[in-house]
């Protein structure tokens, strides 16, 4: 009651002071539905601000291999759904936003009528199983709540959630055979081959209890439940796919039919009741990382008694209090809904990863009572370090200290004492390269949002960073360098350890530790050892010290680079574009070459080879739907034609992001994609994570007021914006005169006027 | 060091006060190889007593089915060791003892010298695999220590245990190839098909942790380990057997060689250590229901900083303060044996479930705190109802109570709110038939050793019998009887709850509940409903009333009969001996009928469908080496003629209890057939649990006192005992004859002294 109350006041504090020209609602500009279609990766499902549950249609049962053999199709759905599909197999309870990879999809539920099936049936002939046909005429997909109609059996399905109870709303035509489907086997990444047990109870006619432990990307990993039904079940029952051959005294009494309890490597489970015409069912389903006992506390404290209706009120109005802290006006509503999209799905994780009583699991598997912050999971580092948890400094700053905390934590929990690489979940995945958690530590001690132990974050960075057995470190440490031949993909470790080490560098500097600092700044000159002034590129280095031979700066996947050729991956040193610059011939040279970079042609031969992008995601060889590149284009801060930045950033914002399906060129990554939007539109990005300066390049917006938790707003404004007008002029801070490239983070933080004076001519000088 | 105090200062004690007769040392008489062979199913390895670990040694590695069919084999294995094999493939840490079913078999540790084997081998050809042949020479089986020569190794190895941590010391050859394996696909009953997930962690280079997550007898469960080595590893690495196709970012480095974790279905672990001759390496093997968090606090508060032959003196000491619960005397010394190793096996369970700080794993597989009792687990209550618990209400008070709690807190958490059935490590197996935990509370509360929520206990004694949906508990509400039609072993079933139902009754009594009282009294009578007046003998019945046709009274297993034939299971009503003779034809036909019980010849094939015993276990058709007839003997008191009993008793102690490993005549079934021969012995035995009467038998010792927990001594004296003299002509119970044939508890907890005077002459009257 008292959260309802709490929340209430919320929605007309909001409604009250959404003033910004006309009165706009931020939601009204939220599409979950931008990036369902092929690459994105995102979901259409509900979820609240970097919510614990993500609940969500799938659209098809993909199976990592078949006869033995991985197909690959399981990438498509690293969200579970497709917007091409034609068909609903059920709604689950946990998706990833926007990843290359996958995993998650837990406890799908599907209600139906007629005659029961315990299987999902086939994309081709929904038919045969529980899954139903649908039009995307029927979605309604908004922040923090999603409808659609499942044709085959005449069901109107609504989906909202909290934190971490998914709420379900099924309104049934009349029928005495309607049924609720719990598929504990599904999955997503392994359709029905993950769940190594599961395990459910039928605590009493309306509220189940289970669990289910998989081995998916998350090798070991364990989903507890709760789930309250609005009405007594008829009837229920399940039906197992048993792999072990004992079945102790099971076979003495009937366990498949209203036996409250089962537990097996394989179950579906249905729920039978009589429905009148329009009659609804209501189900809530609260998970926990912890425990059923947990689940049921997260039940209790989130979601009993409430409405579905209060519920989605209570969501949205949380996901208004997050969207409202950027007010802004862009040229057209395409763009509106581009920005709003953008915060959304940079608000959808990492996710929180504990009950309410603060209790989670650690990677250590065992329970961990969270003291002092909240529990954070799912850090995509590799791509989040770069532009998302920068953003979050600015307008998450209380967030992103928690999620540093829990990055502590996992470090704690860690056998290997090292920070996350890519976890989620209680797990460490490893996916991807680099020690990424480094420069999200840097850049929040450097920018000063660090209410942490920084003494002892440090200490976890350099820990992270002398692990020689991890992938090739050792070497790195021994000579210099990643020597291809002992680890693959071996320049872009050395690139991106590099850029590590100068943010544990910076670092070391802030907390005096002289040697430290010496040290670091050594190693992070490392990218020296791999560039190869013949070729003018990057290139991969035996561990005898010659090149590899065969070299194709395009073609270069898995040759020496990893998601990313060696044209792309040759520019990347962030921590020191000047140094590069002049190591790669000077200003003028460079200029040329990085220019030349988004007017090439890239055959298709080479885009074969391109990871997690679509064609959409490539502007010449210039790729934005993957991220080693998206500094790229901020690099002309350093020379000499910063104006060559502002035309192209303007065209990859048009490009990349449109208001559809198919909107985004690439993965969005959990969020990275969109911070890069985000930071882009409103005129500076963060080109490298541990430095306090943003380069500048071209505003998309109009107006923006950030409105920032130290109780101050910052706004963006852009004189004389169009589409034509890309070009700055002149750029002033509190009306004084910037007269370098960048912006510092103290500016921003300190509030204020930053006006961008745009042109439809370059700046040249 | 304050444990190690406590327990030197009791280890002065015992050895001062151990004055009866010569200065005698209870285990001098124990010899856990007793019952290893054939049908006994005792283990003979180390553990304390009701200890959570049994670290023993495993003699085969068997599958529960071969090419998908069940072969049988795994039952000789309930408890990992057959006497006759010729190899051991290691030791593991959890053991049943003398059960009929099987289980457990945790985390195998076997060392091994030369080149790396991963793999176990096989019985015929042990140098294929890491297992060793061994003499039964090299062995000594103590309480608490266990020592055998690995033969194929040069390894001696030696265990011992605290309650919660095993410990094994291994004296090597000089080796540099030195191993140390860890199988966690290793399991009892089902070979390696039984784990359904393992996880391990190398925390540094003496400390491991993980655990394994199976599918056994126990449906759902998991262990967790944290292992200590006295030495640090040179080089440790795993072998994975993999289920799973998807290996995640795992190829990337080298994850199977001193990488500090792994996760699997199916993994082999080895620890290499060069070794000096004669050099020692000490395991401590710390175990827990909860966590890898709770096995390293077991580790710690158990057995750091103590020697393995500190932990060795201590356990011992703890086996020597239980077993001299009972000082005795008997006629020979292979009786001392049989006498003090029935105690120690009556001792071993239930055994303790959680860690030393209260937490454990409930039914509901949530973590639970023990408030106000220890949790136990592994309840056989079909066996051990009828005398192993009334013999705790006697040496055991204090934790029989414990154990009741614990089985409240089983009935709170489980799903169907009853009571256990065979309950083992938060699962309900369901195992045999028959809600006897209602005996062994009702045998509690009315011997007055209920210090616990007794309103509560009887409720739940009350729904349990209630359970209309558990093996056919409804018909037997609705019918009188359970129809054999609808349910198998109807009749065993409808006497054993005849039974249970009565035990409710005496509750009720004393409770005041008369309309309960009067509603289970009525039901305690169904035995009369499948009483068949014209065959002499209870007979399954149809739902329709009609006897089943074909019926031989020999031939009667699973044809209305479970472990027993009808001959046997009709005089199955403990609770009404004197109705069951009247209705039986009244004392004197009944005295013959019984009489020819243990004379009439039982043809070959009948014994082929009498489970769990040996031929040794039978004598005609009195089949003493299962449960169901363990009162049967005692009925002559019921009759003129108890000096029938008196002669039989003394019989079957000899023929079916023998100091030798094939010294049992059946399963030791957790206690239950030693806690028999010990209340046999001593000359009184508990007919029907429920009752605060003992029969009156022939004792076999020549003098015993009982130290009971209230500080009193209760002392029985066989006057004129001998071989011969088997039958009593007197009792005397502090010097006042005895007219009845039977004994009150309440006298027995007043202590005193209990005389019998023995003679070669029945006393006819």
């Known amino acids: 009651m008292k959260m309802k109350q709490i929340i209430t006041s919320f929605f007309v504090l909001f409604t009250a002071i959404n003033v910004f020209g006309q009165a706009t609602d931020p939601l009204d500009y939220v599409d979950p539905m931008i990036g369902t279609a092929r690459m994105g990766h995102t979901y259409p499902g509900a979820t609240a601000p970097f919510g614990m549950v993500q609940l969500s249609p799938d659209t098809d049962t993909i199976p990592y291999a078949v006869n033995g053999k991985y197909t690959g199709d399981v990438y498509k759905y690293c969200a579970g759904y497709q917007y091409e599909d034609k068909t609903i197999v059920g709604f689950s309870h946990t998706h990833f936003s926007?990843?290359?990879?996958?995993?998650?999809?837990?406890?799908?539920?599907?209600?139906?009528?007629?005659?029961?099936?315990?299987?999902?049936?086939?994309?081709?002939?929904?038919?045969?199983?529980?899954?139903?046909?649908?039009?995307?005429?029927?979605e309604d997909a908004e922040a923090g709540y999603y409808k659609v109609q499942l044709d085959d059996h005449d069901i109107q399905a609504e989906l909202t959630a909290t934190t971490r109870v998914g709420v379900h709303r099924y309104t049934f035509p009349e029928t005495d055979e309607a049924h609720l489907i719990l598929d504990m086997m599904y999955g997503i990444y392994n359709y029905d081959e993950k769940t190594t047990w599961s395990f459910i109870r039928m605590e009493n006619d309306t509220l189940i209890t289970g669990y289910k432990s998989t081995n998916g990307w998350a090798r070991t990993r364990t989903m507890y439940f709760a789930m309250s039904l609005s009405k007594p079940v008829k009837s229920y029952g399940f039906k197992s796919f048993e792999k072990h051959p004992y079945k102790g005294f099971w076979g003495r009494f009937d366990q498949e039919n209203n036996f409250p309890e089962a537990a097996n490597e394989k179950i579906r489970v249905h729920f039978d009741f009589d429905m009148k015409e329009g009659e609804q069912l209501i189900v809530k389903m609260a998970l926990s990382p912890v425990s059923t006992e947990g689940a049921l506390k997260n039940l209790q404290a989130e979601a009993a008694g409430l409405s579905f209706d209060a519920i989605k009120r209570l969501t949205q109005n949380a996901w208004r209090k997050e969207l409202n802290k950027v007010e802004v006006k862009t040229?057209?509503?395409?763009?509106?809904?581009?920005?709003?999209?953008?915060?959304?799905?940079?608000?959808?994780?990492?996710?929180?990863?504990?009950?309410?009583?603060?209790?989670?699991?650690?990677?250590?598997q065992n329970i961990h009572q969270a003291d002092g912050f909240t529990n954070y999971t799912s850090f995509s580092l590799w791509d989040t370090y770069r532009a998302l948890h920068p953003l979050f400094n600015v307008l998450q700053p209380a967030r992103n200290q928690q999620m540093i905390q829990s990055m502590m934590a996992h470090y704690d929990q860690s056998v290997h004492k090292m920070l996350p690489i890519w976890s989620h979940h209680a797990n460490e995945n490893w996916c991807m390269i680099g020690y990424h958690s480094v420069p999200v530590i840097a850049d929040a001690v450097m920018k000063g949002n660090a209410d942490f132990d920084i003494e002892k974050a440090f200490a976890a960075c350099v820990q992270t960073a002398n692990t020689r057995y991890f992938d090739g470190i050792g070497d790195y440490?021994?000579?210099?360098?990643?020597?291809?031949?002992?680890?693959?993909?071996?320049?872009?470790?050395?690139?991106?350890?590099?850029?590590?080490?100068?943010?544990?560098a910076q670092m070391a500097k802030k907390l005096g530790k002289k040697e430290l600092y010496d040290e670091f700044m050594k190693r992070s000159e490392s990218y020296k050892q791999v560039?190869?002034?013949?070729?003018?590129?990057?290139?991969?280095?035996?561990?005898?010290?010659?090149?590899?031979?065969?070299?194709?700066?395009?073609?270069?996947?898995?040759k020496g680079f990893i998601e990313g050729n060696a044209w792309n991956y040759s520019l990347y040193v962030p921590h020191d574009p000047a140094s590069m610059i002049d190591m790669m011939g000077g200003k003028k040279q460079f200029t040329g070459h990085l220019d030349s970079l988004f007017t090439m042609e890239l055959p298709d031969k080479y885009f074969e080879h391109t990871e997690d992008i679509s064609r959409d995601g490539i502007i010449g060889n210039y790729v934005h739907g993957n991220e080693p590149s998206h500094h790229v284009v901020y690099l002309f801060d350093w020379t000499d034609e910063p104006w060559r930045a502002q035309n192209k950033i303007r065209m990859i914002l048009k490009a990349m992001y449109k208001p559809a399906s198919n909107g985004l060129g690439g993965n969005d990554d959990f969020g990275q994609m969109s911070a890069w939007y985000l930071f882009s539109s409103l005129g500076f990005y963060p080109v490298a994570p541990g430095s306090v300066d943003y380069a500048l390049g071209s505003p998309a917006v109009e107006e923006a007021t950030i409105h920032l938790e130290n109780g101050k707003d910052f706004k963006v404004v852009a004189k004389n914006q169009s589409d034509k007008n890309v070009y700055v002029s002149k750029v002033l801070l509190n009306g004084k005169e910037v007269k370098s490239n960048f912006l510092s983070h103290d500016d921003l933080m300190a509030g204020g006027e930053l006006v961008f004076y745009m042109s439809s001519k370059p700046k040249k000088k």
């Open 531 to 558: 560039y190869d002034s013949k070729t003018g590129f990057m290139r991969p280095k035996l561990s005898n010290g010659e090149w590899v031979e065969e070299f194709d700066p395009l073609d270069t996947h898995w």
């Open 98 to 138: 926007g990843t290359g990879h996958s995993d998650l999809g837990d406890f799908l539920i599907m209600p139906t009528v007629g005659s029961l099936q315990l299987n999902p049936g086939t994309s081709d002939k929904p038919e045969t199983g529980y899954r139903s046909r649908f039009s995307h005429d029927t």
């Open 477 to 504: 440490i021994d000579m210099g360098y990643v020597p291809e031949d002992k680890s693959r993909a071996s320049v872009s470790k050395t690139l991106e350890y590099a850029y590590d080490d100068w943010c544990i």
């Open 331 to 364: 040229i057209d509503e395409p763009e509106m809904t581009n920005f709003y999209t953008a915060m959304y799905h940079a608000f959808l994780g990492p996710t929180i990863y504990q009950d309410v009583d603060g209790k989670y699991k650690g990677i250590d």
